[in-house]
């Protein structure tokens, strides 16, 4: 006959524990993959609003470099800066021949993008022949402007995304711009 107090098995309040346990691991994976996932999302939101700022900033400073300094006018429209300028479009051999005027400006957006409460942020519009085009979306209100000291064109703006978990990531982009054409005599 067998001792029944040395038979090896288990018992059911070992399989109750055991099962307990793995459960809490379970929950333990499932909520480390959920933050690594927000985490995720968080990262690529940064990245892209990041890139949106800074590319934005950088190609009007390209186009701005070659703006006409008397066309040149910087005024304010819906708490930002609003830019009109003319660029030379090409050349008749003794002077350069200018473009149409071309008109830079926040657009607001009638509803809450970032989820603050508020209808703060828009949209940075580029405007030329009665063609708009949008340069930039989820700008921030008040966050895009040029200051122009001499020569020097200072652009910034604050564009933002949102993340999966509903979380907002906001970026600056800034650019310089020298004028390369010089003033109208």
Known sequence: MSDVAGQSGTTFVEMLIALAVVAVLAMLLT???????????????????????????????????????????????????????????????????????????????????????????????????????????NVLADSFSITRTGALLDIQLTVFGRTRSGGAQETAGQSFATLINREDP
Request: proline fraction near 3%; glycine fraction near 10%.
């Open 31 to 137: 909520r480390l993959e959920g933050s690594s996932i927000d985490l995720t999302s968080a990262t690529l939101v940064a990245g892209h609003v990041d890139q949106a700022a800074k590319q934005t900033a950088c190609e009007l400073a390209d186009e701005l470099r070659w703006a006409r300094p008397g066309t040149l006018l910087i005024t304010a429209q819906n708490g930002s800066t609003r830019i009109d300028y003319e660029v030379a479009r090409g050349h008749d051999g003794q002077s350069p021949i200018w473009s149409s005027t071309i008109t830079i400006r926040y657009q607001p957006v009638a509803e809450d993008l970032n989820g603050n409460g508020l209808a703060d942020e828009g949209c940075l519009v580029r405007t030329q022949d009665g063609r708009s085009r949008v340069l930039c979306r």
